[in-house]
């Protein structure tokens, strides 16, 4: 979402998921699976009326706890936290669709553009590496260096300040 607008930067809400019994969104927090999941429903015409939404699986028992209903005649929308090879399974009875929510680069320049910051797509590259796609850690950054250039900004947080990434356990 940027400035009230939803961004599909992945051009799924004219994509044709009719195919599918699974549409899995996978990344970690904050990087809009479930925005997009409400996105999807609204407006994309070839999602199944019978349709099953998962918003958020956490961890393996959550995945577990949900895999007997895996069999009914339904399409799924799931938002996961947990590892696509977790999801690889159903890939042998079904048609699964993986969608990866947190590592595009478009993303994060259309989110600059929106925002008027100059940036260069090096330094977009190396915030990627460091946090994934995710708009927070760039409000978060600004909130600290707020100048109209974002490679500036980037280069004064990561100096200036001690970030402890943490990753997911099942997120591998």
């Known amino acids: 979402m940027i400035n009230n607008k939803f961004d599909d930067y992945l051009n799924l809400l004219n994509y044709n998921f009719s195919k599918y019994k699974f549409i ?10 479930s925005s997009y999941i409400k ?3 609204k407006e994309n015409k070839s999602l199944n009326n019978n349709i099953v939404i998962i918003d958020e699986i956490f961890d393996i028992l959550d995945y577990f ?27 042998f009875l079904w ?5 990866k929510t947190d590592e595009h ?12 910051m100059r940036f260069t797509n090096k330094v977009v590259s190396k915030y990627i590496k460091w946090f994934s796609s995710t708009y927070t850690d760039i409000d978060i950054i ?7 250039d974002f490679d500036e900004a980037f280069y004064k947080f990561t100096k200036f300040n001690r970030v402890k990434l943490t990753w997911n356990k099942y997120n591998k």
Request: proline share 0%; charged share 20%; with cysteine.
């Open 24 to 33: 899995v969104f996978i990344w970690n927090s904050w990087s809009w699976k």
């Open 39 to 41: 996105r999807l429903i």
């Open 65 to 91: 706890k949900f895999f007997l209903i895996f069999f009914k005649k339904k399409q799924f929308i799931i938002a996961s936290h947990i590892s696509i090879n977790y999801f690889y399974i159903l890939s």
């Open 95 to 99: 048609k699964v669709k993986y969608i």
């Open 105 to 116: 680069h478009i993303k994060i320049c259309n989110y600059l553009q929106c925002k008027k």
């Open 142 to 148: 600004l909130e600290n260096y707020n100048w109209n």
